[in-house]
């Protein structure tokens, strides 16, 4: 919490009939009861209470008419018997309160006071600073996908966000989609983006794709950037985009806020937080594809997508449902994945450390280098992998790329950690939100009891990565080639690694004509397939920015800095 500075109001008002010492800062918004018992009393309530301004959501003041008040939006409030009789004027401050993981609530506290010019004065200086901040959106243009998880998009917009986002005096423009790609399409070619200070999305992961597709494409042509071109360094969008969660798995609102509430994504979007995002473009022999923030997986997560996607009538279930179906059909896959290591970075994907607001690793876009990261480095060099020449052909190929070929049940990328309620720490726990690095997971061949373990402990708090198959790198670029893709070329320099016996016989066991494994898998790119196998990704920095601040911290100790402390 920020310290309190210099003071701009001070007076003594009442709160439910008790004088308080009432101050304001910039930073702060201070009630401290007068005359508090100085003997500690465990069942007393607080006597002493700090809102950073930046928390208040709006201040409204309480007229009075024939002993009630009416507030400003045209509601009546029976307040007078409950303060003192010579209490007539009243404002009331509505504030972010925070509850329980990591969710926000809107709580409110009314001041009386006998005298109407302090009573308007401290209104006029609660607006001024909240003028003053000029991260807050004024005018956001909001899409709702009424189909989205349980249907309940619109219901929960209306309901929950819309009044809020009135009594922060933000003026909205609502479109509720008509079809899939409805969004998309309107931002890359009829949205006025020039009237709004931000972009909501009411619905799941899908449809802050859709989001996505939209506003970087835009913001490329705007700027003159060929958005196809696997190589452009990509303009990143200066509209912030919010999130209300309303989907399946809301991954992206889990794992950037902590939780997949509607009323605390609407409270961020208010209080005009911003959080930059790294983005994945994703590329097929150099023609577009699609973008990824979250998981990028082929294998188990892209055949239980595959599958999900026919039983959408059973809404977010499905998922469970093709993820025991798909753990029981255990197919794997065989390819070529090469990958550029992500170099002079601070941070592995097997750090204890977690990316939560303000992440230090995410502000210097994960250029830090540090001992730890070079010994890291070291390690992933001695790993057992093989640098394959048709891959130095990147200008980017200043650090050298590695190849691994095999079998493997999962091939993931996870661009942040994915925590989800499902796995509230997600695919990649230590993965960052903005450090321009993607986690590469390569889950290989292995038995359905071990593949299982694997699974668990993303439930869990043992490390998932901690198994003799399981390798994870942090990349910044990569690629992955399904082994019925390969050139004849490729094919046989696997005949020249492997003795000729074992190969034939790996063949006869392994080839499709078997009846036992299918030939490849599709890609699941957050939540959408990929229509091709061989794909070439690269992460860009911090692309775009959510109304979000990353998972805040859980407070530990009482914070020394707050002056009520004091
Ligand atoms: C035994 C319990 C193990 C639980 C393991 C849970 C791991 C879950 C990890 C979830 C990661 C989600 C990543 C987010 C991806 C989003 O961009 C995307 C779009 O919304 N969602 C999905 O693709 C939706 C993907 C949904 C995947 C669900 C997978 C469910 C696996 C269930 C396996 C059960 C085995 C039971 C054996 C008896
Ligand atoms: N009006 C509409 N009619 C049909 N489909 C739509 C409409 N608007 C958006 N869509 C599409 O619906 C798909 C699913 O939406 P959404 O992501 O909101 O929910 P979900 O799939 O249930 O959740 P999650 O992606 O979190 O798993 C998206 O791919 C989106 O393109
Ligand atoms: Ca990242």
């Not at 989205?148 to 009044?163: L, M, N, S």
């Not at 609407?266 to 990824?292: E, K, T, W």
């Not at 390969?486 to 006869?508: A, G, M, P, T, Y």
């Amino acid at each position: 919490m920020e310290r309190p500075g210099r003071l701009l109001l001070q007076s003594e008002l009442r709160v439910r009939n008790a004088a308080y010492d009432v101050s304001l800062s910039r930073s702060l918004l201070t009630w401290k009861r007068r005359a508090a018992s100085p003997v500690y009393h465990p069942f007393r309530p607080s006597v002493c209470h700090s809102v950073p301004v930046s928390e208040i959501i709006s201040v409204r003041e309480e007229e009075e008419e024939n002993g009630s008040r009416q507030r400003d939006d045209g509601s009546w409030k029976k307040i007078r018997e409950r303060e003192g009789k010579d209490c007539r004027q009243a404002f009331t401050v509505l504030y972010v309160e925070r509850c329980q993981q990591h969710r926000w609530r809107c709580a409110e506290v009314t001041f009386t006071c006998s005298d109407e010019t302090v009573c308007q004065h401290w209104v006029s200086s609660i607006r001024e600073q909240l003028a003053s901040n000029t991260s807050r959106p004024k005018h956001l243009l909001v899409y709702i996908n009424p189909y989205g998880g349980k249907h309940q998009g619109k219901r929960i917009y209306e309901q929950k966000v819309a009044p809020l986002f009135t009594q922060a005096g933000i003026s909205t423009s609502v479109i509720v989609t008509e079809y899939a790609n409805h969004a998309r399409d309107h931002l890359k070619m009829e949205a006025e983006l020039k009237k709004f200070d931000g972009v909501v999305c009411v619905g799941g992961d899908g449809m802050f794709s859709e989001i996505i597709h939209g506003l970087i494409w835009r913001t490329q042509i705007d700027c003159g950037v060929d958005p196809n071109s696997p190589e452009e360094a990509l303009s990143p969008c200066s509209l912030r985009i919010g999130i209300i969660p309303a989907g399946s798995t809301d991954c992206i609102c889990f794992a950037t806020v902590g939780t997949n509430d509607p009323v605390t994504s609407a409270l961020h979007i208010i209080v005009g937080d911003s959080q930059p995002l790294d983005v994945c473009s994703v590329h097929h022999n150099n023609m577009f594809l699609r973008y990824s923030v979250s998981l990028l997986g082929y294998g188990f997560y892209g055949d239980v997508l595959s599958d999900s996607e026919r039983k959408r009538w059973m809404g977010p279930a499905r998922y469970d449902f093709s993820g025991v179906k798909m753990f029981l059909t255990h197919h794997y896959y065989e390819g070529t994945v090469s990958y550029l290591p992500a170099r002079g970075i601070i941070g592995t994907p097997r750090d204890a450390t977690r990316c939560r607001s303000g992440c230090v690793i995410c502000q210097h876009n994960g250029q830090l280098n540090s001992e730890r990261s070079e010994k890291y480095e070291m390690d992933e060099a001695s790993d057992s992998v093989s640098i394959h020449p048709w891959l130095f052909c990147s200008p980017e190929s200043s650090g050298e790329w590695r190849t691994i070929r095999g079998k493997f049940l999962a091939i993931n990328a996870a661009s942040m950690s994915c925590a989800c309620p499902r796995s509230p720490k997600g695919l990649s726990p230590a993965a960052h939100l903005a450090d321009g690095t993607t986690d590469l997971i390569l889950v290989r061949k292995c038995s359905r009891f071990n593949f299982l373990r694997h699974l668990l402990r993303h439930t869990s708090k043992d490390d998932q990565f901690d198994l003799t198959f399981v390798e994870v790198h942090r990349v910044r670029r990569f690629r992955f080639m399904p082994r019925h893709c390969q050139s004849d070329s490729d094919l046989e320099l696997d005949l020249h690694e492997n003795s000729k016996r074992q190969i034939f016989s790996q063949i006869c066991k392994d080839h499709p004509a078997c009846g036992c494994a299918p030939a490849y898998s599709s890609w699941n790119c957050d939540g959408e397939i990929l229509t091709h196998t061989a794909i070439d990704v690269r992460v860009h920095c911090q692309l775009i920015k959510l109304f979000a601040r990353g998972i805040e911290e859980l407070p530990v100790f009482e914070d020394l800095t707050n002056p009520c402390a004091i």
